[in-house]
């Protein structure tokens, strides 16, 4: 069986390192972007995910209350009408 090649050897143990090496810094990259963007939110004075989705729920508390409250007064409405005898 022939040896290994010394040469190719180091070769392929640098490329493993450059490999190692750009995927660590590739996640650098990303750590400080994620960062970046996160603080530009936060000097953009933009509502979280969690307070977007608080008033949502709010919202639609409010409309469905707001539905109730039309549905009754159509009804004292009826109400009404029928003891004036209009």
């Known amino acids: 069986m022939a040896g290994t090649n010394p040469l190719l050897d180091d070769?392929?143990?640098?490329?493993?390192?450059?490999l190692g090496a750009a995927r660590?810094?590739?996640?650098?990259?990303?750590?400080?972007?994620?960062?970046?963007?996160r603080a530009l939110i936060a000097d953009m004075d933009l509502a979280g995910r969690d307070e977007?989705?608080?008033l949502k729920a709010i919202a639609s508390?409010?409309?469905?209350?707001v539905e109730t409250l039309e549905a009754r007064i159509a009804a004292l409405e009826v109400a009404q009408?029928?003891?004036t005898g209009s």
């Open 61 to 65: 508390a409010a409309l469905d209350r």
């Open 52 to 54: 977007v989705e608080a």
């Open 24 to 37: 660590s810094a590739g996640e650098e990259a990303k750590t400080a972007a994620q960062a970046r963007v």
């Open 11 to 18: 070769i392929a143990s640098l490329m493993t390192g450059a």
């Open 81 to 83: 009408a029928k003891s």
